[in-house]
């Protein structure tokens, strides 16, 4: 019992250990690897385009809910006027970074360990050691790259279908005052909440494609070891991002 408990911190570090190193590996091939951007642009459709219908879908019933939620609350207190304070502050900050990474991680991201982890079982990695053509390069790196482009896009995308969303339900069903509307929400938002928006998502972006493109490239080569590896990828990305949000919050609270 103590043994197996005292290998648990060893493994994790070991994980992250092995991670780390990985991410060394892609950093050092970024350079090479824009040599050929079709293969980015390629990555960037298969990761963002693609995922563009649900983070839509998405952006849009999540700003309506909080129109609603923000009507209800600030009613209480004859504040209607600040919905779009919530809709704005909640989808910048937190919202639509953190759904967007969510819904990223099990879309593109269990796309990525599987095709990557699929190539590996049909021995295609193998066969481009063989032939000295670096796997990491022309295979995970691209994926890479064109993941963490999107994730931003992605973002961006969600948090203005969002406030759209709020706005439909704040002003238009519930009759809230659109020039009052506006003026609250310019008057509430500032710089530092947009670029807390946007370092979150470049950091989710990097962490979950590093967990998605890990995942792939060392999951065993079987249809197994592929499945456990897509399911990795998915709680791994989840917890990460979450914790990752925790702590990105607290650094820019403590820095405004």
């Given amino acids: 019992m103590n043994a197996a408990t005292d290998s648990l911190p060893v493994m994790a570090v070991r994980r992250v250990g092995a991670v780390s190193l990985f991410f060394m590996q892609i950093l050092a091939r970024i350079g090479p690897a ?28 999540v700003g ?23 809709a704005a502050l909640g989808n910048l900050k937190v919202l639509g970074p953190v759904l967007t990474a969510l819904l990223f991680a ?9 095709e990557i982890g699929l ?14 053509v670096d796997p990491v390069r022309y295979v995970v790196v691209p994926r890479f790259l064109g993941g963490f482009i999107a994730m931003p896009l992605l973002a961006a995308t969600f948090t203005v279908i969002a406030l759209y969303g709020a706005q439909l339900i704040g002003v238009q069903q519930m009759g809230v005052d659109a020039g009052a509307y506006w003026s609250q929400t310019q008057n509430a938002v500032d710089l530092h909440d947009v670029w807390e928006g946007v370092a979150k998502s470049v950091v989710f972006g990097v962490a979950v494609n590093l967990v998605a493109v890990y995942e792939g490239y060392h999951a065993e080569p079987t249809p197994e070891g592929v499945g456990l590896a897509t399911t990795r990828t998915v709680v791994v990305s989840s917890v990460l991002v979450l914790l990752l949000n925790y702590l990105l919050t607290a650094a820019f609270l403590t820095t405004k």
Avoid: W
């Fill in 64 to 86: 309506m809910v909080l129109g609603l939620l923000g009507f209800d609350v600030f009613q209480r207190f004859g504040s209607e006027d600040y919905v779009g304070v919530l």
């Fill in 34 to 61: 824009l040599a050929r951007p079709g293969l980015i642009v390629r990555q960037i459709y298969n990761a963002g385009a693609r995922s563009l219908v649900i983070i839509m879908l998405s952006g849009m019933f």
């Fill in 106 to 114: 099990g879309r593109a991201g269990t796309s990525l360990t599987s």
């Fill in 119 to 132: 190539m590996k079982s049909t021995e295609q990695l193998t066969a481009m050691q063989m032939m000295a």
